[in-house]
């Protein structure tokens, strides 16, 4: 069993074709409790997570330019958790009216996150402000809970 949810803060959630997928509907300040239970659920049952999130929020440590007050609370709680940030390099996730962000974040549990590789934001038209985000996991790896 795996744990996959999207969650987003009002946008359109990421796309996921998952059966496993569930949307969570996040509100400030952040992390929600729905998201902070799903982490905790995940982390007790020994399951692995990956959570794709639009956390409009800016971090550097995200590849944004600058912080603001909901990136240093997100980055506070995840550094609580063994939740790893699989975000790389500094390509924009989101483009408006001009305006180029990284608000999109990719988080995976420490037991799966060594298996999610070619983390990546498209080129593709996704028609929202929104760009995808895509990666690969390995196959044929077979995760076998410690219990």
Partial sequence: MYCLWSV?????PGQ??????????????PPSKKMVSLIQYCSTSKL?????????????CRGSRDSNERGNALLEYFVTTDLIILNNGTKPTSVAAGRQ??????LASSGIASFVTEWRVSDEESLSDHRYITFQIQAGIQIVPPW
Avoid: E, M, R, Y
Wanted: aromatic residues 2%; glycine residues 6%.
């Fill in 8 to 12: 987003s803060t009002g946008s359109t």
């Fill in 16 to 29: 996921f074709t998952s059966q496993d997928l569930k949307a969570i509907q996040t509100i400030a300040p």
């Fill in 48 to 60: 692995p997570l990956i959570i794709g999130c639009d956390v409009n929020s800016h971090h550097p």
């Fill in 101 to 106: 962000t990284i608000i999109d974040i990719t």
